[in-house]
């Protein structure tokens, strides 16, 4: 398999107010050295709970937050280290698709020129041609030829998602950015959007780094899953491996929390693990495992050495990848209880 975006130890900080004027200028660790890989015609999807780091991750691996630190190489080259020009001409390889199909369209604007924008800002084709590949792409995406003259507030919210579909499509890109893109949606819209972008990456050969807090999405649309929490990577692996067979306690959590997952008899998480307490502050995350204080297996060291993101013992000798876990202690639930 060929490596489409390699991301390296990818930091992300932000600088907040001091609390007095000679005082040091305190930082919120959003993400810290992140690093995962996703290769072409494959989709990563990025799990966690709220704050975790997610959203954050995928928008700086795409130049929308800036990153403190760290590489994202697409296709070998750092989008990190491009001038603007450069990122700008990159733009047609990486898209995004916005969470909210209510706010992320123009709604002063007609469909026609909203899905037209990103050919006419990067000046790809000829004006009939962009007409063409607009009425090309309405049809790949479920809508009719009469709305293209339509505004926004003329569409239903799953209609407007087909709509960014459309528009993050125009411009022939090898990487879709999915921040949550069924999560504003009714469960039945969210089935055909789900079933949509399926298809368009079996069809078109897309990757998917594919955000969400909903693993049953995950688990649909997603070959391979990374577990962020507290700003790191946690575990990471093949969407079946990790599901059926969750190493870390936290993983162990999130999957017996999710109602939908936790009737499934997979030894990974047949009894609920009771995680109690809440993560503690990105201002000042602990010096060992952020997970310690929860976690029913924590013992002395995880408290004072943070441990390292590594390959599962016995995970090895099959292509692609293979799963990884962040934990001293990693195992079954079961040794948990």
């Known amino acids: 398999m060929t490596t489409l975006l390699d991301v390296r130890d990818l930091t992300v900080r932000f600088a ?33 709970e709220s704050g975790s780091g997610k959203t954050t991750t995928a928008m700086a691996a795409i130049r929308l ?9 697409f296709e070998g080259e750092d ?9 700008r001409q990159r733009r047609r390889d ?10 992320s369209l123009n709604p002063r604007a007609r469909v026609v020129d909203i899905v037209r924008e ?17 009425k090309e792409l309405f049809s ?8 293209l003259n339509l505004f926004p507030h003329q569409f239903s919210g799953g209609q407007r998602q087909r709509i960014s579909i459309a528009r993050a499509l125009t411009t022939n890109p090898r990487l879709l950015v999915c921040d949550e893109p069924v999560s504003a949606l009714d469960v039945a819209i969210q089935a055909q959007i789900l079933n949509l972008l399926a298809r368009l990456k079996a069809e078109l050969g897309l990757s998917y ?3 969400s807090h909903d693993l049953g999405v995950v688990r649909h649309v997603c070959e391979d899953v990374a577990v962020m929490y507290l700003g790191k990577i946690v575990e990471m692996g093949p969407r079946d491996a990790l599901f059926d067979a969750p190493q870390h306690p936290y993983t162990q959590a999130l999957l017996s929390a999710a109602p939908s997952l936790s009737r499934r008899k997979s030894k990974g998480y047949v009894r609920p693990l009771k995680v109690s307490g809440d993560p503690p502050s990105p201002i000042n995350p602990p010096a060992g495992c952020a997970f310690a204080e929860r976690c029913p297996k924590a013992q002395a060291i995880c408290r004072q050495t943070p441990p390292v993101l590594a390959p599962l013992a016995g995970a090895g000798g099959a292509s692609g990848p293979v799963q990884q876990v962040a934990c001293h202690f990693p195992g079954p639930a079961a040794e948990a209880a």
């Open 16 to 48: 907040l107010p001091k609390a007095s004027m000679f005082g040091p200028r305190p930082h919120l660790e959003a993400v810290r050295q992140v690093s995962f890989s996703l290769d072409a015609g494959r989709a990563l999807g990025i799990v966690g």
């Open 65 to 73: 937050t800036p990153a403190s630190g760290g590489q994202v190489l």
């Open 79 to 87: 989008l990190l280290a491009l001038d603007e020009e450069g990122m």
């Open 94 to 103: 990486v898209q995004l698709i916005f969470q909210d199909p209510y706010s």
């Open 118 to 134: 990103p050919m006419d800002l990067l000046e790809i084709g000829t004006p009939e041609e962009r007409l063409a590949r607009v």
């Open 140 to 147: 790949l995406v479920g809508l009719r030829p009469d709305q």
């Open 209 to 211: 780094l594919f955000i």
